[in-house]
């Protein structure tokens, strides 16, 4: 990468605070050419909204790959054209073909000429594993890799974050209630949703409820972009962390086990030996967790021995014998103690009870 992550996080740390809010055109950023980025109005989905984040971002980039958060306006002054970039949400045709980017509307795909819509008749293409792209997905296709400035991470931001907004606005869900009551997942979509009905319940007119609906388009954007470059720094921090990962996994005699000097933020589940993670804890001392089986899933490999979960710190350590015991999680997938030796002995013996049958290893979904 051609900057370190710290680099990155102070760079965007710094940027955020400038981030400009479109509603008034208030806002610190470089002016630039005169740019016009369009997309419906009326009511609205995360598609479209991360779609506007992103084309903001991208013009807005500058020589570090990261983009700068330029001046926006909700409506057309001529008077200010070739000043600054701005942001008009509307139906009318006439604006829509003056569109240096097309979003969500128009129902025509054309990355070429900047439109980007998924409308259209036999819909405007999928992913390699089937996906299909929504107005987000096709913006971030063309601009993503130019805004973030490496490839992998780009990746990974559809991949987290793009492709899950993409689905939904396909009409593809993309995860199930557990609960027998119907108890739903609390997505970005429905928050979206949530806003929309709340407009549709005010009992305005066409006009104001197109206002109401664009100031809320318009809050929402500042919003999407901080939560693409979040994801963003997530994904570089992963592949730094991968790196060290598979160091000090190659170090390691016993590959059951691995050990970190401090917490990285980690994929384990690629290495189907370890069982556990030891790393300090933010809270002081150290924590050992049992690795996933499989990345973005809450189902442990293992767990530690049933006796210990939710157990007071005076019980754990009279059960275990380890002096500076201090916790185990309910779920008995998470244990702590005073010092590293201590954290180890519960491992051990944890591992134990493994080797003992009393506890089993499961290794796949099914």
Same mark, same amino acid.
């Given at each position: 990468?051609?900057?370190?992550?710290?680099?990155?996080?102070?760079?965007?740390?710094?940027?955020?605070?400038?981030? #400009?809010?479109?509603?008034?055109?208030?806002?610190?950023?470089?002016?630039?050419?005169?740019?016009?980025? #369009?997309?419906?109005?009326?009511?609205?989905?995360?598609?479209?909204?991360?779609?506007?984040?992103?084309? /903001?971002?991208?013009?807005?980039?500058?020589?570090?790959?990261?983009?700068?958060?330029?001046?926006?306006?909700?409506?057309?002054?001529?008077?200010?054209?070739?000043?600054?970039?701005?942001?008009?949400? !509307? /139906?009318?045709?006439?604006?829509? @073909?003056?569109?240096?980017?097309?979003?969500?509307? =128009?129902?025509?795909? @054309?990355?070429?000429?900047?439109?980007?819509?998924?409308?259209?008749?036999?819909?405007?293409?999928?992913?390699?594993?089937?996906?299909?792209?929504?107005?987000?997905?096709?913006?971030?296709?063309?601009?993503?890799?130019?805004?973030? =400035?490496?490839?992998? #991470?780009?990746?990974?931001?559809?991949?987290?974050?793009?492709?899950?907004?993409?689905?939904?606005?396909?009409?593809?869900?993309?995860?199930?209630?557990?609960?027998?009551?119907?108890?739903?997942?609390?997505?970005?979509?429905?928050?979206?949703?949530?806003?929309?009905?709340?407009?549709?319940?005010?009992?305005? !007119?066409?006009?104001?409820?197109?206002?109401?609906?664009?100031? *809320?388009?318009?809050?929402?954007?500042?919003?999407?972009?901080?939560?693409?470059?979040?994801?963003?720094?997530?994904?570089?921090?992963?592949?730094?962390?991968?790196?060290?990962?598979?160091?000090?996994?190659?170090?390691? !005699?016993?590959?059951?086990?691995?050990?970190? @000097?401090?917490?990285?933020?980690?994929?384990?589940?690629?290495?189907?030996?370890?069982?556990?993670?030891?790393?300090?804890?933010?809270?002081?001392?150290?924590?050992?967790? #049992?690795?996933?089986?499989?990345?973005?899933?809450?189902?442990?490999? !293992?767990?530690?021995?049933?006796?210990?979960?939710?157990? *007071?710190?005076?019980?754990?350590?009279?059960?275990?014998?380890?002096? @500076?015991?201090?916790?185990?999680?309910?779920?008995?997938?998470?244990?702590?103690? =005073?010092?590293?030796? =201590?954290?180890?002995?519960?491992?051990?013996?944890?591992?134990?009870?493994?080797?003992?049958?009393?506890?089993?290893?499961?290794?796949?979904?099914?």
């Amino acid at each position: 990468m051609k900057k370190t992550l710290n680099n990155i996080k102070k760079t965007i740390i710094h940027k955020t605070k400038n981030i #400009v809010n479109l509603e008034t055109g208030k806002a610190g950023g470089k002016e630039a050419g005169h740019v016009l980025l #369009v997309t419906h109005g009326s009511n609205f989905h995360p598609d479209d909204v991360f779609a506007t984040a992103t084309a /903001l971002l991208y013009y807005g980039v500058d020589k570090t790959g990261l983009g700068q958060f330029l001046h926006g306006y909700n409506e057309i002054k001529e008077r200010h054209s070739g000043e600054f970039v701005r942001v008009v949400r !509307t /139906l009318d045709k006439k604006v829509m @073909d003056k569109a240096t980017v097309l979003m969500d509307i =128009g129902r025509e795909y @054309d990355e070429k000429r900047d439109r980007f819509d998924h409308h259209q008749e036999g819909g405007a293409g999928k992913r390699e594993e089937g996906t299909p792209y929504a107005s987000f997905g096709l913006v971030w296709k063309k601009f993503g890799k130019k805004i973030i =400035g490496n490839a992998e #991470v780009s990746e990974y931001v559809d991949k987290m974050l793009v492709k899950q907004i993409d689905a939904m606005d396909n009409g593809i869900g993309i995860a199930k209630s557990l609960f027998p009551d119907g108890t739903q997942p609390l997505l970005f979509e429905e928050l979206i949703n949530l806003d929309c009905d709340l407009v549709y319940s005010l009992g305005l !007119t066409p006009q104001e409820m197109s206002k109401v609906f664009d100031k *809320t388009f318009f809050k929402l954007i500042p919003i999407a972009q901080k939560m693409i470059i979040l994801t963003a720094l997530k994904g570089f921090a992963l592949i730094e962390a991968d790196k060290k990962l598979e160091h000090l996994y190659n170090k390691m !005699t016993d590959k059951r086990i691995i050990i970190m @000097d401090k917490k990285l933020p980690f994929r384990l589940a690629g290495y189907k030996e370890v069982l556990f993670s030891v790393y300090p804890s933010t809270r002081g001392g150290w924590n050992a967790q #049992v690795v996933q089986i499989a990345e973005g899933f809450y189902d442990s490999r !293992t767990h530690f021995p049933s006796t210990w979960g939710g157990k *007071t710190p005076e019980e754990l350590q009279k059960i275990t014998g380890v002096s @500076d015991a201090e916790f185990c999680h309910i779920g008995r997938w998470l244990v702590s103690a =005073g010092s590293k030796e =201590g954290v180890l002995k519960m491992v051990q013996l944890a591992l134990k009870e493994i080797e003992e049958g009393r506890e089993t290893i499961k290794m796949t979904l099914s």
